[in-house]
């Protein structure tokens, strides 16, 4: 298939791009670069070294022996996005280009409104276009299991049945988000829910975990072909930066008491995930929604994961359990389905100690790198809109 990844040199689109060339298929991309600018507004570099897009292009071509079609612009760009579908003729779109962060969408009002404004606008520009120019063509949307919150229920994939009053209804399952990019994302949901239905598109949207690792299967030895690695407060996701800290033997940063639970899924599986979704679309009018991860940890579980792998590799961390910068529940219910990816094929790495040892032993090359950027470690934006340094309180 000819898939087009909007958001291709991120840490998600360019390890996408190998995975799909390597099952087969005609991958083009486009993005607007701006993840390598936010990680520096943040004061921060990606842990694994990343090329230039055109060294990654070059790198692309010399490993899979063809070009990948490539074309910087922002979706905020009606024209440009026209064209590049246009000049593509994709048959399926893997829809990444959006700011991922939640602490960088509370920072301030600027970030909030430019979150909303890049995510939301940015994705109905998706859908206008794929309507105009090509719309017969799958959009695999990337949601986040963080758009339905932690409430008191099991959480279905997407839709429950639910009887009120008598009457017996399927409805989407209530989203309760914790934070302006995970509400961005809602609104995603939604108008390409109402996109499917009015104008008979087809797209699945994916509510995904959080994603950790370094590796995908299978992937080539060039440097040029190496995913980033973040580990700011903003765009460093919890066992990324464990790790990270790890590495440098800093104090693994658990957020108050680290009871907290969220789906967590590596990087290799959420590559298989995503292309069995592309292998298997939806039919033409079809909204389906399904949940991405492989299991469910508390905080203070995947810290004490990480500690231990540590231990094993001769590296000794202390947890460290910091005030809780964000405002979200401390100990929750948390139970979501995801049958729907395992029913299409989907096997889980499952040795998430295996995944994090590999991490640790490929991070500890970089060691110097994160030691220079250390200050990024303590999380300092709130969600009360106050900037203050988190300190222990253990
Ligand atoms: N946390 C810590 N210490 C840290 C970093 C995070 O205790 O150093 C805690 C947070 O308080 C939170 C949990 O770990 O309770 C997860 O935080 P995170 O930064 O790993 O992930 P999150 O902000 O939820 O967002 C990430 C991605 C986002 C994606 C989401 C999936 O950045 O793009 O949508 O994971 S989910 O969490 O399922 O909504």
């Keep these: 298939m000819k898939v087009l990844i909007a958001g291709i040199d991120g840490y998600l689109g360019w390890p996408l791009a190998q995975y799909l060339t390597q099952r087969g298929h005609v991958v083009a991309g486009i993005d607007a670069l701006l993840r390598r600018q936010w990680v520096t507004e943040m004061g921060s570099d990606s842990a694994i070294p990343i090329c230039s897009i055109n060294d990654r292009l070059a790198g692309y071509e010399k490993c899979f022996g063809q070009e990948l079609l490539f074309r910087e612009g922002n979706l905020l760009d009606y024209k440009f996005l026209k064209e590049s579908l246009a000049e593509f003729q994709p048959d399926a779109i893997v829809h990444f280009a959006e700011m991922p962060s939640a602490p960088y969408s509370m920072i301030d009002q600027e970030h909030s409104f430019f979150t909303q404004q890049n995510n939301v606008m940015g ?199 910091y005030e809780n910068p964000r405002t979200e529940m401390a100990k929750h219910h948390y139970n979501p389905d995801r049958n729907r990816l395992v029913e299409l094929g989907y096997k889980p790495f499952g040795n998430i100690v295996g995944e994090i040892k590999i991490m640790l032993d490929d991070l500890s090359t970089w060691r110097e790198r994160i030691i220079k950027h250390k200050q990024v470690l303590i999380p300092d934006i709130r969600w009360d809109g106050s900037r203050r340094p988190s300190r222990g309180i253990n």
């Design 123 to 321: 994705s109905l520009n998706l859908l206008w276009a794929i309507k105009e120019v090509c719309p017969e063509t799958h959009l695999i949307k990337l949601g986040t299991m963080g758009e339905y919150g932690t409430p008191n229920l099991d959480i279905p994939e997407g839709f429950f049945e639910i009887e009120f009053r008598g009457r017996k209804d399927v409805l989407p399952f209530p989203r309760q988000a914790g934070s302006f990019y995970h509400w961005s994302k809602v609104h995603d949901s939604n108008n390409t829910m109402f996109a499917c239905r009015i104008w008979g598109l087809k797209a699945t949207d994916i509510m995904q975990g959080v994603v950790f690792g370094t590796r995908i299967d299978n992937d080539g030895g060039d440097p040029s072909l190496r995913t980033r690695l973040d580990f700011d407060q903003c765009f460093g996701t919890a066992i990324n930066r464990f790790c990270c800290q790890a590495v440098i033997e800093h104090p693994l940063t658990v957020y108050g008491g680290g009871g907290q639970i969220r789906g967590f899924i590596p990087l290799r599986d959420s590559m298989q995930c995503v292309a069995l979704v592309i292998e298997n679309p939806p039919s033409m009018g079809e909204y389906r929604v399904f949940n991405q991860f492989d299991r469910t940890y508390t905080i203070e579980a995947l810290a004490s994961l990480v500690q231990v792998a540590a231990s094993d590799l001769g590296i000794n961390v202390v947890i460290q359990n």
